[in-house]
């Protein structure tokens, strides 16, 4: 065993799809509830930012089977009523906040893993983002 390669943990990576490749990419990671997903992402926005207005998204896979979706265009105000959080975040990272919102609400009604698990995996990959502090005191 060499310790110096197999203790050191990789940094997940995220991986823009690609327009030609968009259709499948809910389907493959949400199934049947891929527009309940979706459409709890926006709504979600929708509610963190009021600016927000609607817009193209980018999707990404994550290199621990994870998935997000975000915003083009930003930066966002955010504000979260429930926790008192309010500062300014990049798409990517308001985008993460919304699918980490919509993840978890839709675990509680849809009663398989799918969700919880794409909500830890993509939770695992916003603790290391350069705005994690702000992800986290939003989602907290």
């Known amino acids: 065993m060499n310790a110096s390669t197999d203790l050191v943990p990789q940094k997940l990576a995220a ?3 690609p327009d ?38 980018r999707f990404y896979e994550l290199s621990n089977g994870g998935f997000y979706m975000a915003p083009q265009l930003g ?5 979260v009523d429930g ?6 975040m990049s798409a990517d990272a308001a985008g993460i906040t ?15 893993d799918v969700l919880g698990r794409h909500y830890y995996e993509l939770r695992d990959f916003a603790l290391e983002h ?6 986290m005191a939003a989602i907290d």
């Open 15 to 17: 991986r823009h799809v």
């Open 20 to 57: 030609d490749q968009r259709i499948d990419t809910l389907p493959r990671h949400f199934g049947r509830y891929m527009m309940r997903v979706e459409d709890a992402v926006y709504m979600f926005m929708r509610d963190l930012a009021q600016a927000y207005q609607g817009g193209y998204w």
């Open 75 to 79: 930066p966002f105000d955010i504000q």
């Open 83 to 88: 926790n008192g959080y309010a500062g300014q």
């Open 98 to 112: 919304a699918c980490l919102f919509a993840f978890s609400h839709l675990s509680f009604q849809i009663q398989n």
């Open 130 to 135: 350069a705005e994690a502090r702000a992800i």
